[in-house]
Structures are given as C-alpha cells and as structure tokens.
C-alpha cells in the first residue's frame, strides 16, 4: 500500500498536518533530541503511508493512537540504536514471569477491566503497543509485523511477552 | 475445556474490554493538538521532506502502476501473437496441404471436359477384333459400361455415357496423352508407358462420350473407335 491516487495524498497531507506535532512531541520525548526527533518522524512518516490503507477516519483519537504507536516504536528503534553497546532491553526482568492466572474471580467485571486498563497503562509501551494493535485494532500478526517494523515471529513472540508481563503486573498489585 | 483454558480465555475477553479504554485514556492524556501545535511546530525542512515524500509516494505508485500496466499488456500482445501465428500457419498448413494433393491429382490424372447439351442419344454396339466377345454389361445411371475378352485373357472396357456437362478423370502417370481423330471428331488418347498398362481413348459423338480401355495396341484402339457406326 502506498499514495495510490489524489484521495490518498490528500490524506496523508492531512494525517502530516494534523499529527506532526504530536509526531514531534512523542520522539522528541524519548528521544530529547530536536534533529533526531525529526528524522523519527520522518521515518514514521513513511510507515504510515505504508499503512494508509489502515487509516479510515483521520481526526479520531484511535488514529492519533495508531499514529502515536509507529512514532514512538521508531523513536524506541531510534534509541535503541544509539544505545547499542548498553544493550537495553526492552524485555528486563521477564524471566522470573510466571503464567500463573492472576485473580479476578471475585471482582464485578468492571473493576476487573477498570484494574486491567490501569495495567496496561502503566506497562512498557513496546508491550501495551503491541496489545492495542491486536485487540483494539484488530490487526493480525502479519499486519502487527509491517506496522511495527519487526518480523511477524517477533511481533508473535512480544505479543505473548505482553500478556505475560500484563498479567504479571495484575499479580503484583493483587500482591 | 480445563480450568486453565477457561481462564485464559476469560483473561483475554477482559483484555479485549480494557484496551481500548486504556488506549482512549493513553491519548488523552496526551497534550491537546491544538497545544502542541503552538509548542511543536515542524520545521520548514521538514515539511519541506514529508511533501516530497507524499509527492514521491505517488509518483513511484503511478510508475509502479503503468509498469504492471505495460507488462501485462505486452504479456497479451505476445499471447495473441503466439496464437494468431499459431492459427495463420495452421490455416496456410492446412491451405498447403489441400492444394498439394489437389495437385498431386492432377499431376495423376488428366481432366476431359465435356460441355454440351444432353441428347437422347442410343448407345452403340462396338465392333470388336475377331476374337473378342462381350462378356459383361454394367449400367450405372447414365453410364453403361461393356467388358469385352478373348481367349487370351486380355480385356476391352468400353463405356459410353450421355452429357449435357461432365468431367472424365483418366490416370496419366504411366500414359502420355496426345490428341487424335475419331471419325472427325476429336479424341484423346492416352497411350500407356508399358504394356501392364492399359491405353485409354476418350472421343465424344452426337451427345455421347466413349472411353475405351483395353490392352491393345493403340492403332487397333483407334481402328475399333472408327468401326463405330457414325
């Protein structure tokens, strides 16, 4: 998928003018740096008009999000990159994760999901990401892949990560 | 369906539920675009880099999309080349073959026409060599065709047939043809190359057409062919 016709450029015009900012604020949040946030966005740029097709309405705050998760991935991949010889990882501590179900027998559904959504705000953003793309987007694994920028083994692998950690967490404030 | 399975997939229809709120509370949370936009203005390179890349975007799609274009058109052109050669030279093939027999044919056969009006001409009786006597009379149509033989074996086939329009085919390829007279009237001669082969003398008279084919010399073919009554 690409700029396929006049409609299409006038969306991704439209997608620029209205999220450049915001764009801008992301990378520049993780990156703190004003020449390298920039060189983000253009790279998130060209993943979302990669990904045009995807977007159906423009001022909505699922494309917002959608556009936050590809900016912010870059500017993660971005990071990562400059910070090759610290060898952060985005995975730390997930060994000791258990998959253990965490308890939410007793509870009413809504604070079940009040709990859950507390949780997945406050997981790293390369898990909640991955988990707003498959359940809130509805994306397959494959689609997750091209978005995200990684082979569609890893978006599986990180997507299982996620719960993992999500239920961990969950565990954790049981605790 | 276990315990486990069960609360795995509760555990994921509970997530289903919270992402989305989770994802709407996350943007929220974000400054406003209208603030933003004051604060995190692009700069003029930048926009000047995101046009050309929507620019370039669509210049590369219709590039793209005229070279499939062009591809699958001249995919086409070559099909219907390959199938239009493919039927023009059957179609000369089968041209070829047609004319090459009808060739071969006639290279086999020589063509006497005959052009005339039907008449209620009687057919006549031949005047054989002594030893000859009529041993068979055939008639098909118009046509009657009389077998004469002698003690020897050899054969006379005499056939006579009214025309008003008709061709009669005679094999040529071990005769040579020349033109003779019949009691005045043109006739054409077949002589054979060897003796197995049998001479052949076509002459037409008053609306009807003879043809003798015995193996006898020519000059006595002629001879029987003017001892018919005029």
């Known amino acids: 998928m690409a700029i396929e016709n006049d409609d299409d450029r006038e969306k991704a015009a439209e997608l620029y003018r209205l999220y450049s900012s915001t764009m801008l604020y992301i990378a520049k949040s993780i990156l703190h740096d004003h020449y390298l946030a920039e060189d983000a966005v253009i790279q998130a740029f060209i993943r979302i008009i990669d990904n045009l097709n995807k977007i159906k309405t423009i001022n909505c705050y699922q494309t917002r999000g959608f556009v936050v998760i590809i900016v912010r991935n870059i500017a993660f991949d971005f990071l990562r990159h400059q910070n090759r010889s610290k060898t952060v990882s985005i995975d730390d501590n997930l060994d000791y994760l258990s998959d253990e179900e965490p308890v939410l027998d007793n509870i009413t559904t809504k604070e079940a999901c009040s709990r859950i959504t507390d949780a997945i705000t406050k997981l790293n953003k390369n898990y909640s990401d991955i988990l707003y793309l498959k359940m809130e987007f509805e994306y397959s694994n494959k689609e997750i892949s091209k978005i995200l920028g990684i082979s569609e083994e890893n978006a599986k692998m990180r997507l299982s990560r996620a719960r993992r950690a999500l239920k961990q967490k969950l565990l954790k404030e049981e605790g | ?230």
């Open chain 2, 1 to 230: 369906m276990t315990d486990d399975r069960k609360k795995e997939i509760l555990f994921d229809t509970l997530i289903k539920l919270s992402v989305s709120e989770a994802l709407e509370k996350e943007i929220s949370s974000l400054p406003s675009i209208e603030g933003l936009n004051q604060e995190y203005e692009p700069s003029q390179a930048l926009d000047k880099r995101i046009n050309s890349i929507i620019s370039k975007g669509c210049r590369r799609f219709k590039i793209k999309w005229f070279s499939k274009k062009l591809r699958k058109i001249a995919a086409f052109i070559c099909i219907l080349f390959t199938m239009s050669s493919v039927v023009l030279l059957s179609v000369c093939a089968t041209r070829n073959a047609i004319l090459n027999a009808v060739i071969q044919l006639q290279k086999k056969y020589a063509e006497a026409k005959f052009v005339g009006s039907a008449t209620s001409a009687t057919y006549q009786q031949l005047i054989c060599p002594k030893d000859f006597v009529k041993v068979q009379v055939k008639k098909f149509g118009n046509t009657v065709i009389v077998t004469y033989s002698n003690k020897d074996g050899k054969e006379i086939l005499f056939s006579q047939w009214g025309y008003n329009k008709g061709v009669s085919l005679v094999d040529n390829e071990n005769t040579n043809y020349m033109e003779t007279e019949i009691s005045g009237e043109k006739a054409h001669l077949f002589k054979a190359q060897t003796e197995e082969d049998s001479n052949t003398l076509i002459w037409q008279s008053k609306g009807i057409v003879f043809e003798l084919t015995p193996k006898i010399s020519s000059d006595e073919l002629k001879l029987i062919g003017e001892s018919l009554k005029k």
